[in-house]
């Protein structure tokens, strides 16, 4: 991590897991684990448990994140929830166009774009991912894939704002199989300069995919990874704290 270059920042995606009571207790065993990390600490719960975690995580260092939301403002989209739904409940950050929604949920470089956009006109932090799969990666594509997703996903966004990227190997996520240190730290300056030639700013870049409190410090380490987003090891208060932890 870069931190004088760069805001750090390690948010957890809980996925869908967690009911109320225990959402609020992860969050009541966190708080005391983090308050003093040198970094935002960020987590982005499930829809059912945005009132709880604000309230749970109220007069601590732990900002509320969505795990995704709507390109329309208001409508017929029957399931849906909007940016400004998100924010009027307290909420800061969305995760937007990550790849479980892109595998399972049809979405594509143009909805990350207008979800991208909804969630900045609300004034949401959103923290988007890229990432290339095994097959992409085996076969030398990584950085089209890349150069792709970044060009679609953030096409007509002006300056970084308050942007997040999240570079997220999709064979690395949920398998215990982690890029090395030396590999998110290259791909992550490859995706800096094409991002960054599209914004005309830097921004923070985080790391994403099986990162866990044993591998978290040798990631974090690189001059180019600005963070973690982690999901499982986030659901385990201790781990995720030496995460936050890291210097
Ligand atoms: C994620 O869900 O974004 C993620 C990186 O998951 P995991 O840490 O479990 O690989």
Known sequence: MNKNLRAAVIAGNWKMNKTRPEAKALVEELKPLVKDADCGVVVCVPFTNLETVLEAAKGSNIKVGAQNCHFEKSGAFTGEVSADMLVEMGVEYVVIGHSERRAYFGETDETVNKRLKQALANGLKPIVCVGETLDERESGLTEDVLKRQ??????????????????????????????????????????????????????????????????????????????????????????????????
């Open 150 to 247: 970044l060009i679609k996903g953030l096409d007509g966004v002006k300056g970084a704002g308050d942007i997040i990227i999240a570079y997220e190997p999709v064979w690395a996520i949920g398998t215990g199989k982690t890029a090395t240190p030396q590999m998110a730290n290259e791909t992550i300056g490859y995706i800096r300069r094409i991002a960054k030639d599209l914004l005309s700013e830097d921004f923070s870049i985080l790391y994403g995919g099986s990162m866990n409190a044993a591998n978290a410090k040798d990631l974090l380490a690189q001059s180019e990874i600005d963070g973690g987003l982690i999901g499982g090891a986030s659901l385990k208060p201790n781990d995720f704290s030496i995460i936050c932890n890291c210097d």
